[in-house]
Every structure is written in C-alpha cells, then in structure tokens.
C-alpha cells in the first residue's frame, strides 16, 4: 500500500473554502472512478490551527498514484484550479512493510508477553 499525506497552510481563511470546494469535487469524482485502487481520500482541517489541512491517500501502490491518479484530467484540473490559491503545500509518502495487520501484531505482541510472564519466577 502507498500512503501520502498532504499539508496545506493557508493565508487566509476564504483560501482554505475555495481549496475545500474544489477538493470536494475532486474527491467525489476519485472515490467513484478510481475505486479499483483508491483506498482513502479525505481531508481534516486541524483542530488547532484553522488555517491548516492535511489530505490523506491511500492507494493500493505507488504506481497507481504516479500513473493512474496523477495523470487524470480531474486531478489535472484541480492543479489548475489550486494555483491561483495563497497556500504553502507540503507533503510526505510512505509505503508499508507488511500485510499484517496492526490487531495481529499487537495480538502477537501479548502473546509473547504472557510467555515471557509465564518463565519468570515470582519472589
């Protein structure tokens, strides 16, 4: 899976509207046409700071992000329609290691834990 996460900090507060509608947009036509690989595609405005939002995807590979999404006349479109917004946008990506999932790790963790309980003696 391939994750990236969007910051955008905007200038003003009419800035942050205007990117919202237009990410809606884009978001509603992403979630029905590129559902074959598009896990997550949401945005949150900070709890702190009004001015700043942060974008989550998720896809099923990076590759489907480079070559699917970022190509779509949609998304294409959106660039457009972004540029001329007063924001500063940055962002990071990652990919995951491992299919297992987080309950199954955690759940492995316990068990060991109860194992190593188990070995030790009690004073």
Do not use: W
Not at 26 to 35: A, N, P, R
């Amino acid at each position: 899976m391939f994750i990236l996460l969007v910051y955008v900090k905007f200038k003003s507060k009419e800035d942050r509207y205007l990117f919202q509608g237009h990410f809606g947009k884009l978001q509603q036509y992403c979630l029905e046409s590129e559902k074959e690989f598009l896990i997550q595609y949401e945005l949150a405005v900070s709890d702190r700071e009004e001015d700043k939002i942060v974008i989550i995807e998720k896809y099923k590979d990076k590759d489907s992000y480079l070559n699917v999404h970022r190509k779509s006349t949609r998304f294409l479109e959106f660039k457009k329609l972004i540029s001329s917004i007063d924001c500063e946008i940055s962002g990071e990506s990652f990919n995951t290691t491992t299919t297992t999932s987080t309950a199954t790790v955690g759940e492995e963790i316990c068990r060991e834990a109860r194992r190593e309980e188990e070995r030790l003696p009690f004073e």
